[in-house]
């Protein structure tokens, strides 16, 4: 197994890193990395928000009167980080986001004509990890959380979650995983006699748990159910993922919230003008980045598809006479945005290929006089033998449409 190892080929791909002095925990992004981490913010950001959602941003600390109001602390004080003392204020690194969210929707009021409010963010989480459980990207103690909370009327819950699940399935499907396959969904439901772990509220409980087996029934899905692995505020359903070395794993959830609006008084105006209580539905679309990212180099074995490869072409020039033209294909390269380096060492040919190929770079372009007379690069597409000559122009609107289409191969 250590040939799909994402620590080993994050290192052996200078992805990402990690500095004791910085400390434990908390990666740093090469230039590499963050490239592969820019494209999946890009993708995420532009997904949702063609599917309804608004983007915000929200600080990364808070009060901890924020935490003790919406009941996380104490309550998860062993996933938190402990508070920190400015002038006569505690503040906490944040570990989720909810409560920012909810203060959000709590500047103004809300009429039943504006739900669903669709409230999403690329937010930065801290929680505790002891240093033993720490590894790679997969489990760190600062994150990425592609998060949002959905501020619906209690009747367009149902609905919401259904569209929650086509927006999962869909932006999985870009990554190449299929619902049932490489994924699948686990309803996990609460206790109605442990109200310690569970919020008390035994016909609410009825109600949502019903309403999400019954989404998952309508869909079709493939689901099995799990007794005692609710939320506090509510049931759940998790997208169960094998990570490389075949254990089961939760990667992310959708919550439906009945317990938090209730706290933070999140009401809308109803068709009466009265006061209503709204129900929040927690959700991640892809689940936290460094996680995704874990992933995706053990899926790929680092050879990434062309949108997310960190350098999408190099180009070698047979030899010093051939840099000029080398460097003009470069600029008209990175002038329509696509990832490019040039490798212009006194090596010969052959070797300098051989280290494009081990870095797994989808394109290899060599340039000679005949191409730089024609306008032209040699193509080499990674694991075929062929090159293929083509005309610069030609070469790049076919790169930018495999590009822009995210596709797989
Ligand atoms: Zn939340």
Redesign the pocket.
């Known amino acids: 197994m250590d040939d799909i190892d994402h620590k080993k080929l994050g290192r052996e791909l200078d992805l990402f890193t990690f500095s004791d002095v910085v400390g434990k925990g908390l990666p740093l992004w090469t230039p590499k990395g963050a490239a592969i981490r820019r494209e999946i913010e890009r993708w995420v950001v532009d997904e949702e928000i063609k599917d309804g959602y608004q983007h915000v941003y929200t600080p990364d600390i808070a009060s901890l009167k924020l935490y003790e109001k919406s009941g996380h602390y104490p309550y998860y004080k062993d996933s938190m980080y402990a508070p920190i003392q400015i002038e006569d204020e505690q503040f906490m690194l944040r570990p ?3 409560p920012h969210h909810f203060e959000l929707y709590l500047s103004r009021p809300h009429s039943w004509r504006e739900l669903p409010l669709r409230i999403a963010e690329l937010a930065k989480l801290y929680r505790f990890e002891k240093s033993g459980e720490l590894m790679g990207l997969e489990r760190v103690r600062s994150f990425c959380l592609a ?1 949002a ?1 959905i501020i619906c009327r209690p009747d367009q819950a149902e609905s919401e979650i259904d569209r929650v699940l086509n927006l999962i399935e869909r932006m999985a499907g870009v990554l190449g995983l299929n619902s049932g396959a490489d994924y699948w969904y686990r309803l996990s439901l609460g206790d109605r006699q442990d109200s310690k772990k569970y919020f008390k509220d035994d016909a609410a409980w009825d109600k949502a748990e019903g309403l999400l087996r019954s989404v998952l029934q309508n869909r079709e899905s493939k689901f099995v159910e799990a007794a005692n692995e609710a939320a506090f505020y509510g049931p759940k359903i998790d997208i169960q993922m094998k990570n490389a070395n075949g254990k089961e794993d939760t990667a992310f959830t959708v ?1 439906y919230d009945f317990v938090m609006p209730g706290r933070f008084a999140l009401t809308y105006i109803n068709e009466k003008g009265e006061n209503e209580q709204a129900i929040v539905i ?1 959700r991640s679309s892809i689940g936290a980045i460094e996680r995704l990212v874990a992933f995706l180099i053990e899926k790929y074995g680092g050879a990434f598809p062309t949108w997310l490869a960190p350098v999408q072409t190099l180009i070698l020039p047979i030899s010093d006479k051939h840099l000029e033209y080398a460097q003009s294909v470069a600029d008209q390269l990175r002038e329509q945005h696509i990832r490019v380096e040039l490798n212009a060492k006194n090596e010969p040919l052959n070797a300098r290929i051989r280290d494009a190929e081990l870095e797994k770079v989808p394109y290899i372009l060599v340039v000679g006089d005949k191409e730089a007379e024609s306008a032209a690069v040699a193509v080499r597409r990674r694991h075929v033998k062929e090159t293929q000559v083509q005309s610069t122009t030609t070469f790049i609107s076919r790169l930018r449409e495999e590009i822009a289409t995210r596709s797989n191969n």
């Open positions: 989720m986001s909810c998060d909370h919550q927690h």
